[in-house]
């Protein structure tokens, strides 16, 4: 458990109205040792369970060592709060943190106690993939100072990055049980865990910018997942509907990895099949055609204005809200099931690539380049920093992030180095360029 209150047995024991404070709780502890003795009794009942005589007396003096009193006790009478913290299957939420007035001696110590129990929380709830949670973790550390936001950020950090691994297993996955009806079953229960669920993208979203590598880092994962996952004869077409609409809620700082998602958010959304039956299909292409022909005898001279469903998509789709684009998308459902072309779904090449990328003179490009961090010297901080990034089809590098952290600048060194790097020799499928991505370790050595 985080945290139990040391106050169930006294309270259990005392007055209603007995107040926590060393005058009272060496009052109370003399008066029980003498009823004890008297009786010649070893246990004492508290709400159904009992306690030793030991354990009692140990209790009593733990809080008379205990500096904290008055928060365990300002705890104790906030009996929801005490609950969170006392049980880990329990949540709690940021507006309910706020709503706790602690005095204000209390509530810098109230917090700290507080900080270790949201990370839980943050931990546990994105492992059981309940979004709202780890959104409600990730608004309370926001608002703490700065030095606490940076310490416990590392561990949201990791837990994306977390994410991002795990979509990947799935693409392997799908990449060795190509067409196994029974291995998509059981990969569209995994993915409809959470990536169909726009809570995802409430939760990256109220991260700051510091975190928009790894949330692209994460985001890539699921573009690669979805053009792999679409590509199975079984796939659910409206469950990666639902995927590429909550992708495209994340916020982006990569501009050309946003374009790409955008043309597949189109493409897979003009797949979507209808929820309704065949009947109801050919009722809605009879009535579509019906207006057609009542539009072309009515107005045969169309005006500059006057643009079909597919134009108007291909004119103005970048600027429509998501609500308006799930209607045009519903509306193309209706007069067209058309099966996506091969080439439409753009998937951000995770080494599928039959040739992988060159770079002649890569180890000592990067042992002559690669700039030392001062501090990282200072502290003797040596080790292995993997990156990660993507060799576009002109060789160039982009997408570069770390996937590890050995701190004191050192990530931040691998990037730049990699960064600076000229053109690659691109790697190649079928003969063609492709983008592919590249795994890197960099190595740190103090000489």
């Known amino acids: 458990m985080?945290?139990?209150s040391p106050l169930h047995i006294i309270k259990g024991i005392a007055d209603p109205d007995f107040k926590i404070n060393e005058t009272n709780l060496i009052?109370?502890?003399?008066?029980?040792?003498?009823?004890?003795?008297?009786?010649?009794?070893?246990?004492?009942?508290?709400?159904?369970?009992?306690?030793?005589?030991?354990?009692?007396?140990?209790?009593?003096?733990?809080?008379?060592n205990d500096p904290e009193l008055d928060l365990h006790?300002?705890?104790?009478?906030?009996?929801?709060?005490?609950?969170?913290?006392?049980?880990?299957?329990?949540?709690?939420?940021?507006?309910?943190?706020l709503k706790v007035k602690a005095p204000e001696e209390l509530r810098e110590k109230f917090q700290l106690m507080m900080e270790p129990r949201f990370i839980l929380q943050?931990?546990?709830?994105i492992s059981k993939r309940n979004f709202i949670y780890a959104k409600e973790s990730v608004l309370f550390i926001n608002q703490l100072q700065e030095e606490r936001k940076s310490i416990n950020y590392e561990e949201v950090h990791r837990s994306i990055v977390a994410l991002a691994n795990f979509n990947n297993e799935i693409v392997i996955t799908i990449k060795n049980n190509n067409n196994d009806r029974s291995a998509t079953e059981s990969i569209k229960g995994e993915i409809f865990s959470f990536l169909g669920d726009h809570k995802v993208a409430d939760f990256l979203n109220a991260l700051p910018?510091?975190?928009?590598?790894?949330?692209?880092?994460?985001?890539?994962?699921?573009?690669?997942?979805?053009?792999?996952?679409?590509?199975?004869?079984?796939?659910?077409?409206?469950?990666?509907?639902?995927?590429?609409?909550?992708?495209?809620?994340?916020?982006f700082c990569d501009r050309d990895h946003y374009d790409l998602i955008r043309r597949n958010h189109k493409a897979y959304s003009n797949t979507r099949t209808s929820t309704g039956g065949t009947g109801a299909n050919s009722l809605r292409v009879i009535i579509f055609v019906v207006i057609i022909l009542v539009k072309i005898c009515f107005w045969n001279t169309p005006s500059s204005n006057d643009y079909s469903t597919s134009q108007f998509e291909m004119h103005n789709y970048n600027t429509m809200n998501n609500n308006l684009r799930e209607m045009m998308d519903s509306v193309n459902t209706v007069v067209t099931n058309a099966k996506i072309p091969a080439d439409s779904i753009e998937p951000l090449n995770a080494n599928i690539g039959e040739q992988m990328p060159e770079f002649l003179g890569l180890d000592d490009y990067i042992k002559k380049n690669l700039v030392y961090p001062e501090k990282a010297k200072e502290n003797g901080t040596s080790g292995l920093?993997?990156?990660?990034?993507?060799?576009?089809?002109?060789?160039?590098?982009?997408?570069?992030?770390?996937?590890?952290?050995?701190?004191?600048?050192?990530?931040?060194?691998?990037?730049?180095?990699?960064?600076?790097?000229?053109?690659?020799?691109?790697?190649?499928?079928?003969?063609?360029?492709?983008?592919?991505?590249?795994?890197?370790?960099?190595?740190?050595?103090?000489?």
């Open 122 to 125: 943050l931990k546990k709830s």
């Open 2 to 4: 985080s945290y139990q």
């Open 209 to 251: 910018a510091d975190f928009n590598d790894v949330i692209d880092q994460f985001s890539s994962s699921v573009t690669n997942l979805m053009y792999y996952y679409h590509k199975q004869a079984t796939y659910d077409k409206k469950l990666v509907s639902r995927m590429s609409h909550m992708q495209m809620k994340i916020r």
């Open 73 to 97: 006790e300002f705890i104790f009478n906030n009996k929801n709060l005490l609950a969170f913290l006392e049980n880990d299957e329990l949540y709690y939420t940021l507006a309910g943190f």
């Open 27 to 64: 009052r109370l502890r003399k008066q029980l040792l003498a009823d004890l003795n008297l009786s010649g009794g070893t246990t004492i009942s508290v709400k159904e369970k009992s306690y030793t005589k030991d354990e009692i007396i140990k209790t009593f003096d733990v809080l008379l």
């Open 385 to 447: 920093v993997h990156l990660t990034f993507v060799v576009e089809k002109d060789g160039t590098v982009s997408h570069v992030r770390a996937q590890d952290s050995i701190g004191d600048d050192c990530e931040q060194a691998a990037i730049n180095v990699v960064k600076s790097m000229p053109r690659w020799k691109p790697g190649k499928k079928d003969g063609k360029r492709v983008r592919t991505q590249f795994n890197l370790p960099v190595r740190f050595t103090i000489e």
